[in-house]
């Protein structure tokens, strides 16, 4: 009697359930697959973004895979994902894991710290760029000769301040994440701990860092996959200078499609952005075991 | 491509009259403003909307809304190469025939404004606004005070670089990260030392031009100057758009700036008391030691362009004519610019500037805009967009020293006739 009703309810989902997708499919094949296929296509043809295009076969392929501007731009983008994935990570674990205690003073610090969630990339880079400037910003305005440095004049110094904006402003982010993740861990693992007089940073290197795996890799996702998308923040701080020491694959892609209107190369280097962002995500995945939804508590 | 429609119903297709895209930033804006504002009252059934954008953001912008077949119906620019894409794409109005209808409308322009608005014979744009020579501008408070002349000659330019920073004071603001700031530069410097014919080579797609000693020898010379530490510290992350490298001019961090007639009201309206005291000095760029170009040449913007979008409306481009006839550079306006320090590129104003209290900046940027020899396009603006791009992209590097004057050459020479 009741495996009977159980079916026919599942039947039921079955007829409606695929039609809940229907409005994320929709959006999804609007603004994912058709610019992909679009993408593709011009990657094949030469175009001004004015006038006619005209097919092209591999010509836009072969320039640009001989062209050295492209691997120095891939290089660039990779320096930027792996450093601020090396920045952002810890701080954001140790952020999150202090956030999870239910002190009250925590809870008014936590807000502060998601204060940069809360800013546009154009309005936080606006804003560093005019306080690092080396003629009108802070370091002049105060004295401080350390501050007033040559901060985006200067290849190093304006790549590692690019990490470190980027890292200011996702840290609150993934903080949040792992805030959440540490909750989640159950208390009676700590007692247990206690009990078997572990200290505080052994709780935290056996328990909770082991516990996060899963979040670690969820997190670690979204900011290298993130970072090959990063261009707003770049755009307004750097515009991918000086020189090209801070041109990212996405701004590479804008400056040769917008700005020197060749559409095709451009479209080359958007298709090698989506190749590489989905095998990065799918290497991840891997990395995480086959089934990273599994409950990892009883493997502790 | 399908692509391109997905936008909202851009201002190509609204039907409440024509739409006119300008850039922003006073004291110009007003200028243009005003004289959409005072056609539209005077002409109750034409009405023109305007849009105003940043100098930079517009460049890409007005490229991307017109090959997306959603142009407003007036298309402000710089003509010469961009316009040449428009042209060729044939998204802009052959106004050839309108103009031999309207010669009245042609023949109190200069002459000389036209050049940059002609694509291979026909005319595709009107001239208006001002000339906009690229000046040498210097602060005279700062070299009384450091006890220097200004400059006659590169060997002066080169004399002086070490006194000023001797002091403290960089001897050149620049706005390097906008990167046309430093073509300036290469622009005089070319002219200089090899004439004008030296960039008009590289116009014409002749094979290897950039190779020129002459050119070759600019290229050296202005690394020697950043090597000499004759730019501001940290030029190449100043942004000419915040204007930034003009405050260092007016608050005597930097002594000398090459920059855009235009900047003139600019210091005007943001320097204090800085210009109305006096304390702003002006040339045209020195001669070069032994070099062949003609010291009256200069550079920059030969006028601004109104073209009309092929995609408009036949209404709309009736509107658009009208302000070309009644609108653009009417008494106002042509009052206004010169208030703003700018010389209209109108016949006849003479009496015009003598009269206003800027009467010496005006009458000087008229001399040089009207007794050149050569008034060259910007090059950023001469050459189509593809080659423009590199240029700009190698320039900075040259600046960064990091590509030799060789490379540089290689490089563009790679790009010549795209």
Redo the contacts between chains.
């Keep these: 009697m009741s495996t009977s009703t159980t079916h026919q309810r599942g039947r039921g989902q079955r007829g409606f359930l695929p039609w809940l997708a229907a409005p994320a499919l929709v959006f999804f094949v609007g603004f994912a697959v058709i610019p992909v296929v679009g993408v593709l296509a011009l990657s094949f043809t030469t175009w001004d973004g004015i006038g006619a295009i005209q097919p092209s076969g591999l010509t836009s392929w072969r320039a640009m895979l001989s062209d050295p501007g492209l691997l120095h731009a891939i290089w660039i983008t990779f320096l930027v994902m792996i450093a601020s994935w090396a920045v952002q990570t810890p701080l954001s674990i140790l952020l999150g894991t202090f956030l999870a205690g239910h002190q009250r003073y925590r809870g008014v610090l936590a807000v502060v710290y998601f204060i940069p969630l809360l800013l546009s990339s154009a309005a936080i880079a606006i804003t560093y760029k005019a306080l690092l400037d080396p003629n009108f910003g802070l370091g002049a305005g105060l004295g401080i000769d350390f501050l007033s440095q040559d901060w985006l004049g200067r290849p190093t110094l304006a790549f590692s301040l690019v990490v470190f904006v980027v890292s200011w402003q996702f840290i609150p982010f993934h903080s949040l994440i792992y805030q959440g993740a540490v909750r989640q861990i159950p208390q009676s693992m700590y007692e247990a701990a206690q009990l078997d007089g572990a200290g505080r940073a052994r709780q935290f290197f056996s328990i909770t860092l082991p516990q996060l795996k899963y979040t670690i890799i969820t997190s670690s996702t979204l900011m290298i996959v993130g970072s090959l998308t990063f261009f707003d923040l770049i755009f307004v701080l750097t515009e991918g200078g000086p020189g090209d020491a801070t041109r990212v694959l996405a701004l590479d892609m804008y400056k040769r499609g917008f700005q020197a209107s060749l559409m095709g190369p451009a479209s080359v280097i958007a298709v090698i952005l989506v190749l590489v962002g989905l095998a990065l995500a799918l290497l991840l995945r891997r990395l995480g075991g086959r089934d990273a939804s599994q409950s990892q508590i009883e493997g502790a | ?3 391109a429609a997905c936008g909202s119903s851009g201002p190509g297709s609204s039907s409440g009259g024509a739409t006119y895209w300008f850039l922003n930033g006073q004291p110009q804006e007003g200028v243009r403003t005003g004289a959409v504002d005072r056609f539209n009252k005077a002409n109750p059934n034409e009405k023109i909307t305007f849009t105003t954008f940043q100098n930079d953001a517009y ?2 912008k007005i ?2 809304a ?2 997306a077949g959603q142009a407003p119906t007036i298309i402000w620019g710089w003509g010469g190469g961009t316009l040449r ?2 042209a ?4 802009v109005e052959d106004l050839t025939s309108w103009f031999d209808q309207n010669s009245k409308v042609k023949d109190k322009l200069f002459p000389s404004t036209f050049g940059a608005a002609t694509i291979d014979g026909k005319i595709y744009a009107m001239p208006c606004e001002t000339f906009q020579p690229i000046v040498l501008y210097y602060n005279k408070k700062v070299f009384s005070d450091v006890g220097v002349q200004p400059p006659q000659s590169w060997g002066d330019i080169m004399d002086l670089v070490p006194k000023f920073n001797a002091k403290g004071i960089a001897p050149f603001s620049l706005g ?2 906008s990167r046309w700031t430093n073509m300036m530069w290469l622009e005089f410097l070319f002219d200089r030392i090899g004439g004008s014919e030296v960039f008009q080579a590289v116009f014409d797609g002749e094979k290897d031009a950039w190779s020129n000693p002459a050119a070759i020898d600019a290229l050296t010379k202005v690394q020697d100057l950043v090597k000499a530490k004759g730019f ?7 942004t000419a758009d915040s204007n ?1 490298d003009q ?2 001019l007016y608050t005597g ?1 930097a002594a000398m700036m090459l920059h855009g007639s235009w900047s003139y009201g600019i210091q005007q309206s943001d320097g204090g008391d800085f210009v109305s005291s006096g304390s702003l000095g002006y040339m045209n760029f020195p001669p070069v030691d032994g070099g062949k170009g003609d010291p009256s040449d200069t550079v920059g913007n030969p006028a601004q362009y109104l073209s009309i979008s092929s995609k408009a409306s036949d209404d709309q481009k009736k509107i658009a004519k009208d302000f070309f006839t009644k609108g653009v550079l009417d008494d106002e306006e042509v009052k206004q610019w010169i208030g703003t320090g700018g010389v209209p590129i109108l016949k006849g104003t003479q009496d015009l500037l003598a009269k206003d209290k800027n009467a010496d900046f005006l009458t000087f940027t008229y001399d040089i805009a009207s007794k050149a020899k050569t008034f060259a396009q910007s090059w950023d603006q001469a050459l ?3 080659p ?3 240029l700009l ?1 190698n320039i ?2 040259l600046f ?1 020293l ?1 590509i030799s004057p060789q490379q540089f050459a290689d490089n563009m020479n790679a790009v010549i006739g795209q």
């Design positions: 491509m399908a692509l460049k890409t490229k991307t017109i090959g894409t428009y060729k794409a044939g998204q390097g990260q501001i510290e940290g030029f190449s992350s100043i930034a405050a260092l961090k189509t967009p593809t423009a791009e590199t992209d900075v590097k960064q990091s």
